[in-house]
């Protein structure tokens, strides 16, 4: 199955078309072959013939004998002699005679010709060919004007002759999406697939490797488990023909984890060597000036293949060339091979250090590796200290099974239920969205935290957590954080009580108490100002940030995130990072800015790509973001993702937000029954989690809108009515002002269209107040049709406009897009998109059961329509609206 490919391949067949050569580069294992394989389908269906090749190394003349085989397969008949005897030669069909060269070029141009259609000539590895099969290919392809497609290892050089003009391809890794519709199949959880794309750094062969088997065989070498035979051949493969300098920097690289780029030339790592490799898909530099492994995996293979001297090289010359002394003390003590209690002392303060720097997880593996080197005879509780350091340190990197090492280590020393319960609260912080099994675990901690409140506030805050996202009972949540509060106020921690109280604070605000969320929160920011620990996530700063978001208080909720920005950027936990950046996002597309909007999100997805988190928020976040700015077909992906992610880690809260995201991008692709059964069951949801603020996810506008467009009127009333009671009273913000769009929509469909008119002008007044341009543009387009069905063209064709001109200068690419189509009949004449598809049908000649069905509607919905449709239109009939319609057709 070919994933992720469909865009290239559109690409590669019109660059065939226009410039006639193309050639697809890529790492090995990047699907060369199958992409190939694709396009010689995609070409046959099209009528056009291909001729495709495969040479090999060292066998000469293969490629030239695929051609001739396939233009000559009756034989040579009608050549002249001295060019039917090479032709026979090279298929090893007549006398073997030494190969000549013109013969074969002018016999192969003339069996083309004689061929009904001009073929396309493919060649897969075309650096395989000998000289005498690209002189022929090439002259043949020149002289009767051939499209040819080659592909190459990316490392591989341009094939003189076969290249000139061609447009190159770099074949790109798969995405986190595409590995999982790769793997979906196999039944692989998401969050795995996750996983597995950073383990095979997108290369698809390395994925299905990965993916589809056990990833280690459970065999020793060296006292280590190694990778199983399939996963071990695809990285081999990726490696395999590399230069000596190249698998050296990946070694150095493998043992370095992040090898800083200023630490290159003090190991004698080439810049060409550096290139080669990148083109090679073995490294990549980030954006921060460190060099990493594109596949995590690569470190295995290559640290397995290593013998113990190459090992200890390698970390002696990285200990040489370390910039900073952490890194030194590092590579350093790699190399020791017995108890050494200075060099242990050592890597534990330089634990603190790289702790500081934002760097968790070099720190875990610091404190572990001190621990290693510590002597029989040190002090116990220092190696309890450290190990629990590091198993705290683990957790905030998010590195689930370093925990639980450290965990196990703790355990076998009798370490005192105080330090083993803080290792169990790291392997939450770990655990990301998937905290359905921690039930026992923190169990497991109440009972160890007895007689330390410090403990048994930070047990109570996490289960604070998993009531509101695994259990989906913010009531039970504020319970938690209530004891959480108690406790540590008891325990004198100021941190710890300021993030209990801004949970609560947050719980206060789902349930629909926004005057107690707001003396809670105000109640957490007195606490503690300053710092709040380790974490960001649900920090008072970020709390407040995010209601300041559900109030609409953009410029507010803008600055708070970029405050906390340079903070998450240091603190070097990627779930804090992604988190800030993806609220960021959806700040900047509320307010209008597109691109900023893309820029953070998509960082936010690289971090969830290499740090193996929990997908579903932040695919929820891009979705929005690619909805309104980017691309609908990768929101309806990512929103689908989401869900399914959500639903895999029991994350009840962004299973109801995901859900949310895949009905919008149902509402705006013009599928009203399916918004309404995905937002339907947002509110569901909503009701099982007792969540009233409707500030803090909209879905209510706009299943009040899908239930319009699919004529159930009554419900959208209904729910406009109730969500009216629900908002803060007397308070002009974006839940009322999308209530005012739905309610002009309704009135649009049932009642007198200046009404409706009237409200939509509001509903866009109080979002361009707001400064939320595309909420504004979005009512501006309902107005726009309400003025249509009042027969005021000119107004309706300069709101229509402004609507557009907005999208554009905001950068909405696809709102601009779907604008710029000219509407038709239905719609010109004021008509929702419901209605509108109903006539369409109508014109079709389907009769009332088959429209029924074809809408997912009863009968007598479709008939109460169409006599609506009737009276809008000014016609009496079905005939009379057949005939108006081929009127105005154009």
């Not at 200046?754 to 939509?760: G, H, M, P, T």
């Amino acid at each position: 199955m070919l994933v992720g490919r469909e865009d290239l391949l559109t690409e590669v067949r019109a660059a065939l078309a226009t410039s006639g050569r193309a050639v697809l580069t890529g790492p090995r294992g990047a699907g060369r072959t199958a992409i190939l394989g694709a396009l010689t389908e995609q070409l046959t269906a099209t009528g056009r013939p291909v001729v495709r090749m495969s040479p090999a190394r060292d066998i000469a003349h293969l490629g030239l004998a695929d051609l001739l085989e396939q233009i000559a397969p009756d034989g040579v008949d009608g050549l002249p002699a001295r060019q039917a005897v090479a032709v026979e030669a090279v298929l090893c069909r007549g006398e073997q005679r030494p190969a000549d060269p013109l013969a074969l070029r002018l016999g192969a141009l003339a069996l083309v010709r004689q061929l009904a259609t001009a073929p396309v000539l493919v060649v897969d590895d075309v650096q395989w060919l000998d000289p005498l099969s690209v002189d022929v290919i090439g002259f043949v392809a020149d002289r009767a004007e051939l499209a040819l497609l080659t592909a190459r290892p990316a490392t591989a050089g341009p094939t003189a002759g076969l290249d000139r003009d061609a447009v190159e391809f770099a074949i790109p890794r798969l995405t986190v999406a595409q590995v999982v519709e790769l793997l979906g199949s196999r039944g692989l959880a998401y969050r795995t697939a996750v996983q597995v794309h950073a383990a095979s750094g997108g290369h698809p062969r390395l994925a299905l490797a990965l993916g589809t088997g056990p990833h280690r065989t459970g065999r020793a070498r060296g006292g280590a488990a190694v990778l199983s035979r399939a996963v071990e051949q695809a990285a081999q493969d990726l490696l395999d023909g590399t230069a000596p300098g190249v698998r050296r920097l990946v070694l150095l690289t493998a043992l370095a984890g992040r090898l800083p780029t200023p630490m290159l030339p003090r190991s004698a790592v080439s810049a060409r060597d550096v290139v080669i490799a990148e083109l090679a898909g073995l490294v990549q530099v980030d954006p921060d000036d460190h060099l990493r492994l594109c596949a995590e995996v690569l470190a295995e293979v290559v640290t397995a293949d290593a013998g113990p001297d190459e090992l200890a090289e390698g970390h002696h010359t990285l200990a040489a060339a370390a910039i900073d002394e952490p890194t030194r003390l590092w590579h350093l003590a790699m190399t020791a091979t017995a108890p050494d209690a200075a060099l242990a002392h050592a890597l534990a303060g330089a634990r603190a250090t790289m702790r500081a720097r934002g760097r968790p997880r070099r720190a875990a593996e610091l404190a572990l590796r001190a621990v290693d080197l510590a002597p029989a005879d040190l002090d116990r509780g220092t190696v309890v200290r450290w190990l629990r350091d590091a198993a705290q340190d683990a957790g905030t990197a998010g590195d689930v099974v370093l925990v639980r090492r450290m965990l196990g280590r703790l355990e076998s020393v009798d370490a005192p239920a105080a330090d083993r319960a803080r290792a169990r609260l790291a392997a939450f912080d770990a655990a990301g969205q998937d905290l359905d099994g921690c039930e026992e675990l923190l169990s497991t901690v109440l009972s160890e935290a007895s007689g330390h409140p410090g403990l048994l506030a930070e047990a109570h805050l996490r289960l604070a957590v998993r009531a509101n996202i695994t259990e989906g009972a913010p009531p039970r949540a504020a319970v938690h954080a209530r004891h959480a509060v108690q406790h540590a106020v008891a325990a004198r921690d100021p941190a710890v009580q300021a993030s209990s109280l801004a949970y609560l604070a947050l719980m206060q605000r789902v349930v629909g108490d926004p005057v107690a969320a707001a003396q809670t929160l105000a109640e957490a920011l007195a606490v503690a100002p300053g710092p709040h620990g380790a974490r960001l996530v649900n920090a008072p700063p970020h709390v407040a940030a995010r209601h300041a978001f559900f109030d609409d208080r953009l410029d507010e909720a803008r600055q708070g995130l970029l405050g906390l920005l340079p903070q998450a950027e240091a603190g070097g936990v990627p779930e804090d990072l992604a988190e800030v950046l993806r609220a960021l996002a959806e700040v900047e597309i509320r307010m209008g800015r597109c691109a900023s909007a893309l820029g953070h999100v998509g960082r936010a997805l690289a971090i969830t790509e290499w740090s193996g988190m929990s997908p579903g928020p932040t695919w929820y976040s891009a979705a929005l973001v690619e909805l309104a700015a980017g691309s609908p077909a990768k929101a309806r992906v990512l929103a689908d993702g989401a869900v399914r992610a959500s639903a895999e880690e029991h994350d009840q809260l962004y299973l109801t937000r995901a859900t949310y995201a895949r009905g919008l991008v149902q509402l705006a692709a013009g599928d009203a029954a399916g918004a309404v059964a995905s937002l339907r069951t947002v509110q569901e949801l909503a009701r099982q989690q007792h969540a009233r603020d409707p500030s803090m996810l909209r879905w209510h506008g706009d299943l009040a809108e899908a239930l319009i467009a699919v004529g159930e009127t009554a419900a959208a009333a209904r729910l406009i009515e109730q969500t009216r009671g629900l908002a803060a009273p007397g308070r002009s913000g974006g839940v009322p002002a999308a209530l005012d769009r739905a309610e002009g929509l309704l009135l649009c469909a049932t009642g007198p269209a200046a009404q409706a008119a009237e409200v939509l002008e509001r509903s866009a007044d109080t979002f361009a107040t707001l400064g939320m341009p595309l909420e504004q543009a979005r009512s501006l387009l309902a107005l726009a049709s309400a003025q249509r069905r009042q027969r005021r063209w000119a107004a309706s064709r300069d709101t229509g406009a402004l609507a557009e001109a907005i999208y554009r200068e905001r950068g909405a690419a696809p709102w601009a897009a779907a604008r710029a189509t000219e509407p038709g009949t239905a719609e010109r004449r004021g008509l929702n998109p419901a209605d509108a598809r109903i006539v369409e049908l109508v014109a079709a000649g389907a009769k009332n059961r088959e429209i029924a069905n074809a809408l997912f509607l009863s009968v007598k919905t479709v008939e109460s329509s169409l006599t609506r449709i009737y009276r809008i239109m000014g016609v009496r009939s079905r005939v009379q609206l057949s005939l108006l319609l081929a009127a105005e057709s154009p």
